[in-house]
């Protein structure tokens, strides 16, 4: 059985142009940051799906466009471009905002735990 | 043989004057391309650079009166928060006090805002006084997508995530408001040579 646990994790203020943006060519996709996801929460979240506080748009982690070749490390929608997740190491402390991720559906079987420690972990 | 090994030194090279390069920072002689988002392609027919806030009366510039405004070359050494310094970049921009002389303010403060929701927040003594320009040439050529086109902001006596790249303006503030980076665990100056790269430092 498959327990799926959502978590809101709050909403984004923030804003963005109107303009045409180019296809992303320094982009990753979530996989990129699966390691760095998994070292902070304990379990692997590149399976789980994440909704945009902006849009409000749902997808896998993996499939988010990251950008690593700055300060830190960025997640953003691919429906909207705004920002999901930002990573940010400071003195070997990796610092995770989530503020742009509505909802985050963390299941047993896309993290590899058992379920009650999903929803543990998840709060 | 030895079973130490000196490890390998990539791009670092020694530097012929040691002076010019803040602490923690290498040389590099290409122009890293780093961004926290996709390259907008800012058409200049669409750009205008706009300066609102805490001012008597916002001011904006389509593209081409900005590049009518009176301009200068600058060739300055550059600093990057990831650790790479280039040397003698050459750029062609407005100076801020260029565009700041015909507004009146009481603000301290400036946010740069950019096409693709990027800010970056600085303080008006730190892009004044002939120490900031919004740049549209680099090295002769005009200013690629890719490294701020068709303008940036350009500050470089502070780390480079405070040069916004595809800057659209600067809102001036009676109160620091941190911008992307800053909010994210950056410093909230970023002077290279005293190390500021992260709150705290």
Same mark, same amino acid.
């Not at chain 1, 950008?67 to 940010?88: F, K, Q």
């Not at chain 2, 970049?89 to 002389?101: C, E, R």
């Given at each position: 059985?498959?327990?799926?646990?959502?978590?809101?994790?709050?909403?984004?203020?923030?804003?963005?142009?109107?303009?045409?943006?180019?296809?992303?060519?320094?982009?990753?996709?979530?996989? !990129?940051?699966?390691?760095?996801?998994?070292?902070?929460?304990?379990?692997?979240?590149?399976?789980?799906?994440?909704?945009?506080?902006?849009?409000?748009?749902?997808?896998?982690? !993996?499939?988010?466009?990251?950008?690593?070749?700055?300060?830190?490390?960025?997640?953003?929608?691919?429906?909207?471009?705004?920002?999901?997740?930002?990573?940010?190491?400071?003195?070997?402390?990796?610092?995770?905002?989530?503020?742009?991720?509505?909802?985050?559906?963390?299941?047993?079987?896309?993290?590899?735990?058992?379920?009650?420690?999903?929803?543990?972990?998840?709060? | 043989?030895?079973?130490?090994?000196?490890?390998?030194?990539?791009?670092?090279?020694?530097?012929?004057?040691?002076?010019?390069?803040?602490?923690?920072?290498?040389?590099?002689?290409?122009?890293?391309?780093?961004?926290?988002?996709?390259?907008?392609?800012?058409?200049?027919?669409?750009?205008?650079?706009?300066?609102?806030?805490?001012?008597?009366?916002?001011?904006?510039?389509?593209?081409?009166?900005?590049?009518?405004?009176?301009?200068?070359?600058?060739?300055?050494?550059?600093?990057?928060?990831?650790?790479?310094?280039?040397?003698?970049?050459?750029?062609?921009?407005?100076?801020?006090?260029?565009?700041?002389?015909?507004?009146?303010?009481? $603000?301290?403060?400036?946010? $740069?805002?950019?096409?693709?929701?990027?800010?970056?927040?600085?303080?008006?003594?730190?892009?004044?006084?002939?120490?900031?320009?919004?740049?549209?040439?680099?090295?002769?050529?005009?200013?690629?997508?890719?490294?701020?086109?068709? $303008?940036?902001?350009?500050?470089?006596?502070?780390?480079?995530?405070?040069?916004?790249?595809?800057?659209?303006?600067?809102?001036?503030?009676?109160?620091?408001?941190?911008?992307?980076?800053?909010?994210?665990?950056?410093?909230?100056?970023?002077?290279?040579?005293?190390?500021?790269?992260?709150?705290?430092?």
């Amino acid at each position: 059985m498959v327990t799926t646990t959502a978590v809101t994790l709050g909403s984004s203020s923030a804003t963005r142009g109107t303009e045409e943006l180019s296809t992303p060519m320094l982009a990753l996709d979530g996989n !990129a940051i699966g390691g760095d996801l998994l070292q902070v929460f304990g379990a692997d979240l590149t399976g789980a799906r994440c909704v945009c506080a902006a849009c409000f748009a749902a997808a896998f982690v !993996a499939e988010a466009a990251v950008y690593i070749h700055g300060p830190g490390r960025v997640a953003r929608c691919r429906a909207c471009g705004e920002p999901l997740i930002v990573l940010v190491t400071v003195r070997d402390i990796t610092c995770v905002d989530i503020s742009g991720i509505a909802e985050l559906h963390i299941t047993a079987v896309t993290t590899g735990l058992a379920a009650p420690a999903a929803a543990a972990r998840s709060r | 043989m030895s079973p130490i090994s000196r490890g390998f030194s990539g791009r670092r090279r020694p530097l012929a004057d040691a002076s010019r390069l803040p602490p923690g920072q290498y040389v590099t002689d290409d122009l890293p391309v780093l961004s926290a988002g996709p390259t907008p392609h800012t058409l200049v027919v669409e750009w205008g650079f706009t300066i609102n806030g805490a001012v008597d009366q916002p001011l904006s510039w389509p593209w081409n009166e900005f590049i009518a405004l009176p301009a200068e070359t600058i060739t300055v050494d550059i600093h990057c928060v990831t650790k790479w310094s280039k040397l003698d970049t050459s750029w062609k921009g407005v100076s801020v006090d260029t565009l700041l002389a015909s507004v009146q303010t009481d $603000a301290e403060y400036l946010t $740069a805002w950019s096409d693709g929701g990027y800010t970056t927040n600085l303080a008006l003594e730190d892009v004044t006084g002939g120490r900031a320009w919004i740049a549209y040439e680099y090295a002769g050529e005009p200013l690629r997508p890719e490294h701020g086109g068709p $303008a940036r902001l350009l500050v470089p006596h502070l780390y480079f995530w405070k040069s916004a790249k595809w800057v659209r303006g600067l809102t001036l503030t009676r109160y620091d408001e941190p911008g992307f980076w800053e909010t994210h665990g950056y410093h909230n100056r970023g002077d290279p040579w005293l190390e500021q790269r992260y709150q705290g430092d």
